[in-house]
């Protein structure tokens, strides 16, 4: 089953808006949350990542927004820009490894 | 450029064939993870391997295998390909065995057909 859940699937924001993607997850184990950005073409790239020690935790214009007790984490991305457009991945990995379990990934479009 | 480097970008081969993926790391780093990426199954982790051990494994079917020589470079193996089997694989490495940063490869591109 899927160990991560990622919503929404797809995204449309207006340049300058503020684009959120979602992720919850079940397993206890985990500890390292990671978000990654994925161009057409390419593979995922390390965009942001966060230890449950922290709630929250900002580089730049992203926001990683960590909710403990809830098991979930979302990426909020301020004053989104068409560059900005590309799918987004959260993962965890539990604190016994350092495999990544990915959520199904949110295809964003950022309109000029 | 992430430094992982994978080969060959792309690969078409028939059912029941066996290909080899290729990766190599980056510099320094001990750590290799293979990925398949389908669009109906999202990345899935295959296995990891460690400074030439097997580490950890997920996925990854009895019809594949994967190794870590000793320059460190992976390669995975598909035999008795299927349709399914057609996908994107990266590979990713770190420094360490756990709880470090992954830096993926472009992906090599099977299509099976």
């Known amino acids: 089953q899927q160990q991560v859940k990622q919503s929404p699937q797809s995204l449309i924001v207006q340049k300058g808006g503020i684009s959120i993607i979602n992720c919850a997850y079940e397993n206890t184990a985990f500890d390292y949350f990671p978000w990654y950005q994925q161009f057409p073409g390419k593979g995922p790239a390390l965009l942001i990542a966060i230890r449950p020690d922290v709630s929250e935790k900002k580089e730049g214009r992203f926001t990683i927004s960590f909710n403990k007790s809830a098991k979930q984490f979302s990426l909020h991305i301020m004053d989104s820009q068409p560059g900005d457009s590309a799918t987004y991945f959260c993962a965890a990995s539990p604190n016994t490894g350092n495999q990544f379990y990915f959520g199904t990934g949110t295809s964003l479009t950022v309109i000029p | 450029d992430s430094g992982v480097t994978q080969t060959p970008k792309h690969l078409i081969t028939a059912t029941g064939q066996r290909v080899t993926l290729r990766c190599s790391p980056r510099s320094g780093d001990l750590s290799v993870y293979w990925y398949q990426q389908s669009l109906d199954q999202g990345l899935q982790f295959l296995i990891q391997y460690y400074n030439g051990e097997e580490r950890a494994k997920g996925n990854i079917l009895e019809r594949f295998s994967a190794q870590q020589f000793p320059d460190l470079h992976s390669e995975l193996n598909l035999s008795s390909l299927e349709l399914g089997d057609s996908a994107l694989y990266f590979c990713?490495?770190?420094?360490?065995?756990?709880?470090?940063?992954?830096?993926f490869g472009a992906g090599t591109r099977l299509s099976v057909l």
């Open positions: 990713a490495s770190s420094v360490g065995p756990s709880q470090n940063i992954q830096y």
